[in-house]
């Protein structure tokens, strides 16, 4: 998943380096995943259920469901109001 996110990719999700032809899709985040601010991890849990489980203090850095396309914080804090930063 990462690399279909940070390189040009085709429909089968095989990846380049080199935009064009049959890869055309991507790349989406030019310079690479960024760090989460929180914990400042930039790793990612991909989860392809629909179901992602809830965030705990253990929990750190990026979460992805390939089902939904949903992309949130994968942590338990809370922000300035209150609300985790995974549900924004």
Known sequence: MRD?????????GQTCSIAG???RFGPYLRQGIPLEPINNVATILVTTDGKMAAPTAETKGWAYDTKTGRF???SAALDPNGKAYSTH
């Not at 279909?4 to 089968?12: F, L, R």
């Open 72 to 74: 949130i914080m994968n």
């Open 21 to 23: 032809g049959a890869y």
């Open 4 to 12: 279909q996110m940070q390189y040009s990719s085709n429909a089968a």
